[in-house]
């Protein structure tokens, strides 16, 4: 199984750079995304029929509440590649100040989740589940850091 992880996590990972990086912008088609990303769930997790009936209702509601935030992420990564080259102090406290909001409100959303998992579900397997939602966010992250433009100092 830990072979089939590393396998579909490479897979996923490889499918972020042509859907992030078409044209220089920042696109991803989320119906093929959230269909590999479950693919991936499914494999890892391998849940028992009683404890799929459970989580898959609990991960849908989940990943309805996680595209807000992944649309959030999207539109300040956007941002961030717009006004990179020349960005203000002003600019960037914002920036800043909308990064650290967004992280915040996707700590609650997980604290929120994984009280709903755990009530229905053993914490092994929420753990479970948690960590490999972790290990994609992370492969997300390097995927389109690998594009995002450095900020400069600005000469004065």
Same mark, same amino acid.
């Given at each position: 199984?830990?072979?089939?992880?590393?396998?579909?996590?490479?897979?996923?990972?490889?499918?972020?750079?042509?859907?992030?990086?078409?044209?220089?912008?920042?696109?991803?088609?989320?119906?093929?995304?959230?269909?590999?990303?479950?693919?991936?769930?499914?494999?890892?997790?391998?849940?028992?029929?009683?404890?799929?009936?459970?989580?898959?209702?609990?991960?849908?509601?989940?990943?309805?509440?996680?595209?807000?935030?992944?649309?959030?992420?999207?539109?300040?990564?956007?941002?961030?590649?717009?006004?990179?080259?020349?960005?203000?102090?002003?600019?960037?406290?914002?920036?800043?100040?909308?990064?650290?909001?967004?992280?915040?409100?996707?700590?609650?959303?997980?604290?929120?989740?994984?009280?709903?998992?755990?009530?229905?579900?053993?914490?092994?397997?929420?753990?479970?589940?948690?960590?490999?939602?972790?290990?994609?966010? #992370?492969?997300?992250?390097?995927?389109?850091?690998?594009?995002?433009? #450095?900020?400069?100092?600005?000469?004065?």
């Amino acid at each position: 199984m830990k072979k089939t992880l590393v396998k579909m996590l490479t897979v996923l990972i490889f499918l972020f750079p042509p859907l992030l990086h078409a044209e220089g912008t920042l696109e991803i088609d989320m119906d093929e995304f959230l269909t590999a990303k479950k693919a991936l769930v499914k494999e890892t997790l391998q849940l028992t029929e009683k404890e799929s009936a459970v989580f898959w209702p609990l991960y849908d509601a989940y990943v309805k509440a996680q595209i807000k935030i992944f649309n959030r992420h999207t539109a300040l990564i956007r941002e961030h590649k717009k006004k990179s080259e020349n960005l203000s102090d002003k600019e960037a406290e914002v920036l800043i100040n909308k990064y650290l909001e967004l992280q915040a409100d996707d700590l609650k959303l997980k604290q929120a989740h994984v009280k709903k998992f755990s009530k229905k579900l053993p914490y092994r397997r929420v753990y479970q589940f948690f960590d490999l939602e972790d290990r994609i966010d #992370i492969g997300y992250l390097a995927a389109i850091a690998e594009d995002l433009p #450095i900020v400069e100092e600005i000469s004065k």
